[in-house]
Structures are given as C-alpha cells and as structure tokens.
C-alpha cells in the first residue's frame, strides 16, 4: 500500500486545543510528574542493571547476551540523565539566540546522515521527501531539535520513519513532517525495560526545545499511526524579505546560548588515561555526551553501529588507518568534525588550515580551546 504524500500531514490551521496539549511549554504543576518520569526512566534500567552486576558477582560469568543488555540499560539511563540536564537548561529561560538563514532540508538531511548507522542498526527504515525551505533560527538548537525529533521517533517507531520538509499553503511557514507506525519492539522487550511511550523524555525535550525557539508542535495519534508537524513562523519568504530581516532584530542576541551543543555526542580515542581525563575536564561543563575509547580499531568497531557528532583524538594514535575511518566517515557524513590534540603547545588551528584535515589543539592550551574547537567544527555541518 503506497502511503499518502507527506504534505497531507498539513492542515489548514494547527488547532489550539492540539497545540496547547502538544505543542507549549509545561506548565509549572505538571513539572514534578516530568520529574518523577525523570526518576523512572534513570531508576528502571539502573535497577536492571545492578541485577546483572548482582548476578555476575555471585556467579563470576556473564554472557555475550547479558552483557550486551547490560550496556544497553546503562546507555538508556545516561541518556535519560542527559536529557534531564536538557530540559532544566530549557526551563532557566536564559538561552541566548542567534537567528541565522539556514536550509531546513538541508540541516534535516544532515542529521540523518550522521545518524544512519544507528537508525539501520535498529531495524529502521528512514524515507524522506523534502523541498528547499530556508527558514530564521538558531543553528545550534535547530541541531539538537531535529535529533531531539529523531530521537523520540526511533524510540517509538517501528519498521519505518517518514520525514519530510513542505511549506504549508498559509501562512507560508515551513514544517518539518514526521509519520510512523508505533508498537513495541522486540530489543526492549530484551532489555527488560518497558518500552519507551509516546510521551518519553524525549517527547518532553522536543516539546520544550520547539518552545524555546517560537516553533509550533503538533502531534496527531489515530490508532498506532502518529503524524508530527513542527511548524517554522521565520520562513524566509523573498516577497516579504524586509519582514525577516526585521525578524533578525527582534530582542535576541547576537551570542550563542551558553551550552550551544548541549546533548551532542563525542567520541574520544586517547590511549592514556591521563590524556581522556584532561580531555573529559575541558570539556565538562558543554553538556556533551561522552564516550572513550582506548584505540583506533576500538574507534572503528565503536562506529561500526553509530556515528558520534565528533571525535577527538591524541595525536600519538594518528595513523594511517585513522585516516581510512575518517575518509569513511566523511564519505557518508562530509564536514564530519575530528580534532587532534597535540602532545604540546597551545595552538588551536581549524581544519582545512594549511591543508590539515583535522582541527588541531595543543595540550597545554585544551581547557581553554578545546571547548571552542568542537564547537566550531561541529557548527560547519549545520
């Protein structure tokens, strides 16, 4: 059976009712059932987990299988963490934006592609269908909206995802579109964990995302089959280009918000344990979602079933097939950001300086570039 088109998801108008209950940010009494959700969604799989640490202390083994379930359930409790930590910089209401002129589907694409890998290894199938719209936000949070959004849908779909980028007939705003099926899936069945809902963590971080940046949010539910619509007012409209230009000026800064890419995941290759920790304090306080490996070939099978957004290495593991898995990478995803940090100095020179492929940071200056580094690699792919 041949779906409808991806613009049937659009309606004339987004209901009120709609995009109150789905759409707006929580208000103030329904913060502590979020927080006990919080609770339940970091205490449920950290429960499980300390079963099979349990387990293998009383028994001395564990299988290929438990210790697979058990990374599984502790990843599900990091990231619940994370996006609680999301959320709570959401709710402070001191984000700082910088409107920019960006291509939707574009940005959209670009997401996906960093993400293939682990959509594929779910079982997912990803369809896309979308327009040329350039809309007025801030690169940043569109980032971490759009995998928010990609987020909470693999979670909750099954077998397929469609997303699509249209503009409806009026006003003349640009949307991102998104349909699946919802029913359970087999690997949380494994994990032990009951099954993500359509109102997850995830869902609330989209939601609170979307209102953060002025956008409209509208979820429809028939049966099993959801339809998402998220609405940009900022469409650029050349007709009315005087408009969005004074949108530009509307009381937002010119300064990215504190934690710009607040949620993004990095991957760090460092053999010695004082180089991950000296990594790990410069970076601290971006919000980032870490992870280490101790080799090349560790980075390499780490890759093999998800792309990180960037991955940090020491120079003393560059080598030629560093090399390889970075033109892998940038094959699928170009402008992929790697930066090397250098066994001393203080530099910090950008990729693509002096026909470098990677940006470059010295060790004695890591706390101090290392933050602005990533964030200035990673912001080429918006």
Not at 157 to 171: E, K, Q, Y
Not at 172 to 198: K, M, N, S
Not at 267 to 292: C, K, N, P, T, Y
């Amino acid at each position: 059976m041949v779906p409808p088109p991806m613009n049937a998801i659009l309606k004339p108008t987004l209901a009120t009712d709609s995009e109150a209950a789905s759409g707006g940010s929580l208000a103030a009494d329904a913060w502590p059932e979020l927080a006990a959700q919080i609770g339940r969604e970091v205490g449920g799989p950290l429960s499980a987990a300390l079963e099979r640490v349990i387990q293998l202390t009383t028994t001395g083994r564990i299988d290929r299988g438990g210790l697979r379930a058990l990374r599984a359930e502790i990843e599900r409790a990091r990231r619940a963490g994370m996006v609680a930590q999301q959320l709570a910089r959401y709710a402070s209401k001191r984000l700082r934006q910088s409107h920019e002129r960006l291509n939707l589907a574009g940005t959209l694409q670009s997401v996906l592609a960093q993400r293939s890998r682990e959509v594929g290894s779910r079982g997912i199938q990803v369809r896309q269908s979308t327009r040329p719209i350039e809309v007025l936000v801030d690169p940043a949070l569109l980032f971490g909206l759009l995998n928010a959004l990609l987020d909470w849908a693999i979670e909750c779909a099954h077998a397929s995802i469609d997303f699509g980028v249209d503009t409806r007939s009026w006003p003349a705003h640009g949307c991102v579109l998104c349909r699946f099926t919802h029913e359970p899936r087999q690997e949380d069945a494994l994990a032990d964990i009951d099954a993500p809902t359509l109102d997850s963590l995830n869902w609330h971080l989209l939601r609170q995302g979307a209102a953060a940046m002025g956008l409209l949010l509208d979820r429809e539910v028939d049966g099993n089959r959801v339809s998402l619509a998220l609405e940009f007012p900022r469409t650029v409209n050349e007709s009315i280009e005087g408009v969005t230009a004074i949108d530009l000026e509307d009381g937002f800064g010119t300064s990215l918000n504190s934690k710009p890419l607040a949620g993004s995941h990095v991957l760090v290759v460092a053999a010695r344990r004082e180089m991950r920790m000296a990594v790990r304090s410069a970076i601290a306080d971006m919000g980032l979602l870490l992870d280490f490996v101790g080799s090349v070939d560790e980075a390499i099978g780490f890759c093999r079933e998800a792309l990180p957004h960037a991955i940090v290495f020491e120079a003393a593991l560059r080598s030629e097939r560093l090399d390889t898995l970075a033109d892998e990478i940038r094959d699928e995803v170009p402008g992929f950001a790697f930066v090397e940090v250098a066994e001393e100095g203080e530099a910090f020179e950008v990729s693509g300086f002096n026909g470098q492929n990677y940006a470059r940071v010295g060790r004695d200056g890591l706390a101090k570039s290392l933050p602005s580094a990533i964030v200035f690699e990673l912001s080429k792919s918006f």
